[in-house]
Each structure stands twice: as C-alpha cells, then as structure tokens.
C-alpha cells in the first residue's frame, strides 16, 4: 500500500527557533516534493527533490532526501510568523502521480 | 513556472445538479493534467490523470462516471461533477505537469453542494 505520512501533524512553535517536519513513505521513490498551502488557497511548490542525498535551500527552510531511509525532512530555521501555513510533501510512486503526506499545520507564535 | 488557472473559484449548486471546472495551462501545452480533492483540513487526494486526447485514468475508489473528466485541447482539461450531493463538497485542485516531473497546482475551485 502506497503511504505517505508526516510528522508532526500539528506545529506551534514560538519565532526565532528551529524545528524539523518528517515526512516517511512507504514504496521506493526518488522523487519527492514539498508544498506549502495557505488557509484558503492552492499550493505553492517549495522543493523538489530527485536524487538520494539531495539537500536544498530558500531562505529559513532546508529539505533533504533519504531514499534509502525513504525519510525527507523539512528544518525551519528561526521561524517567523510569515512561515505560518500547512506544509505538505508528496512522493511520485508510480510516474508523475503525486501522493501526497497528511500535511503538517504549523502556526509560528510570537 | 507554469501558470494554471481554474473557472470558477468557487460554486455553489443544488444536490442534483451537474457542475462543471475548467482547468486551464495559460502559457504552455499540457499533456497531462491532473485533478486532486481536498476536504478541510485534509490532504490531497488524487482523483485522476487526465489526458489530452484519450480517456482519463481514475484512481482506485473514483467513480468515473461521476465525475467526467474532458482533456480536449492542450490547454484545458474539465471535471464535470455529475448529480452532485452534499459529499460532493470539497476543494477541487488542478495541476499540469511541465519539464517531466514537476506539477504547477491551479488556484483550487470550492463547491458546495446543498
């Protein structure tokens, strides 16, 4: 069965600190995106990872890719409120067919 | 970037009716699109692939015959929600895809269903 699931669910953390969202998947995949969604609105894409070990970065947010632990994680560093939002990865199982994880809401509080 | 639009952002029908979305690629061609349903507070559910020019392929659990997807042109894919019924609620998300793996998700398109 194809799963993909994220960890924490839900997120408050105060600004200035630094937390990792998990994000494990089930099936053999080296494609894995990150997606965040604000209240309301569609996705905006984040990250897109395509190989084992891929590491990238915007701004206070960093992904990496395990494909071997079939793991991504998502580190926020010094959050701020703007960062608010519910962040998604999604996983191509089977050829351009996303998958995508429980979603993590994050709330940033001052 | 892909820019894709969705019509209408948001609707409002009687249980029964039929409602129809437009997905639209505005500045490429799109062979594949996709359609994905979002209740609140959840995540997305893939419903469908679409196809320009064959027959949508539907995800295990999708009535095909509810919801009728049309991928007549390279820039516009539609789902029609057929009879619609208060389940039928939820958040609609387009997406083409573009450079071999990356989707570019629409704007979304709310129906409620009374």
């Known amino acids: 069965e194809l799963k993909v699931e994220q960890n924490p669910l839900f997120l408050s953390m105060q600004e200035g600190k630094n937390y990792t969202i998990y994000c494990n998947y089930s099936?053999?995949?080296?494609?894995l995106y990150w997606y965040r969604q604000d209240p309301g609105k569609s996705l905006e894409s984040l990250f897109v990872?395509?190989?084992?070990?891929a590491v990238k970065q915007e701004g206070r947010l960093m992904a990496s890719l395990d494909t071997k632990a079939r793991l991504s994680t998502l580190h926020i560093t010094a959050a701020v409120h703007d960062l608010s939002a519910t962040y998604f990865c999604?996983?191509?199982?089977?050829?351009?067919?996303?998958?995508f994880g429980t979603g993590t809401s994050l709330t940033v509080i001052p | 970037g892909a820019v894709v639009s969705q019509h209408p952002s948001r609707v409002i029908c009687k249980s029964g009716t039929s409602v129809k979305i437009e997905c639209r690629s505005l500045?490429?061609?799109?062979?594949?699109m996709f359609w994905y349903r979002q209740f609140p507070k959840q995540s997305l559910m893939l419903m469908a692939t679409?196809?320009?020019?064959?027959?949508?392929?539907?995800e295990q659990g999708v009535e095909k015959d509810k919801f009728l997807i049309n991928h007549a042109s390279l820039t516009l894919s539609t789902l029609t929600v057929t009879s619609a019924h208060p389940e039928d609620s939820s958040f609609y998300i387009c997406?083409?895809?573009?450079?071999?793996?990356?989707?570019?998700f629409g704007p979304g398109t709310r129906l409620t269903v009374l």
């Open positions: 999604a996983v191509d199982f089977a050829g351009n067919q996303f998958y």
């Open positions: 099936t053999t995949s080296d494609r």
């Open positions: 679409s196809n320009e020019g064959s027959k949508a392929t539907y």
């Open positions: 500045d490429f061609q799109a062979t594949t």
């Open positions: 997406s083409v895809l573009r450079g071999g793996n990356t989707q570019y």
């Open positions: 990872l395509l190989s084992n070990g």
